[in-house]
């Protein structure tokens, strides 16, 4: 039923329009509206898909996390996309800027090293207070990534004092992000991203 649901939208000759601006030589700024209900993440959707449009990364930005995250949702499920990204802010609430949310953390961790991969036909979600936060440089992101694979023979201290640096809190359990615990000859880390 979505499938044939999408399929109307992508014939409609209004979307057509749609695609030919966003399929414009230079970035385009696009804003839609009289739209309800699911019908913009069908539009989109629909757009996206398309074959003048799918080789594009797109960044859609929405009034608030909880619109952006039900609109994620609905493009996830619509589509079945796997480089639909959700970029949330990193911060637990507006009025504390120390209390990091570590799943958050993790989320715009995966979307910023996944777009800066290279390859094209990524979607972002977001909103603008999430957008207005600093990032770490590309570069630097890679230079930081403590690669660790079956097998290798590890210094442990070393490993320790880097986890520390980086941020990563020592802990006697790990469940979630950017923690790390010691427990005899076994380190667990909870990653902010795996590839």
């Known amino acids: 039923m979505i499938n044939e649901l999408l399929k109307r939208y992508q014939s409609n000759p209004r979307l057509f ?3 030919d601006r966003v399929s414009y030589a230079q970035p385009q700024q ?3 509206s009289g739209l309800y209900g ?3 993440a069908f539009t989109f959707a629909a757009a996206y ?4 449009a ?4 797109h960044v859609v930005v929405l009034n608030d996390a909880e619109e952006a995250a039900y609109f994620h949702n609905s493009i996830e499920n619509i589509t079945g996309a796997l480089d639909v990204f959700y970029f949330p802010s990193s911060f637990k609430n507006r009025k504390n800027f120390r ?3 570590s799943s958050h953390v993790m989320l715009r961790t995966e979307a910023l090293t996944r777009i800066a991969g290279g390859g094209n036909k990524k979607v972002l979600i977001t909103y603008p207070e999430a957008l207005m936060e600093k990032v770490v440089v590309a570069d630097r992101l890679s230079k930081n990534i403590i690669h660790i694979k079956s097998g290798d023979v590890l210094d442990l201290a070393q490993l320790l004092i880097k986890l520390a640096d980086y ?11 950017g923690q790390f615990a010691l427990r005899g000859g076994i380190v667990d880390i909870y990653s902010f991203w795996k590839r």
Do not use: C, I, K, M
């Not at 799918?54 to 990364?57: D, F, L, T």
């Open 167 to 177: 941020g990563f809190e020592r802990t006697d359990f790990v469940y979630e992000p």
């Open 99 to 101: 209390l990091l949310h």
């Open 54 to 57: 799918a080789q594009q990364n």
């Open 49 to 52: 898909t398309h074959e003048s």
């Open 17 to 19: 329009q749609l695609v």
């Open 30 to 32: 696009v804003q839609l």
């Open 38 to 40: 699911s019908s913009p």
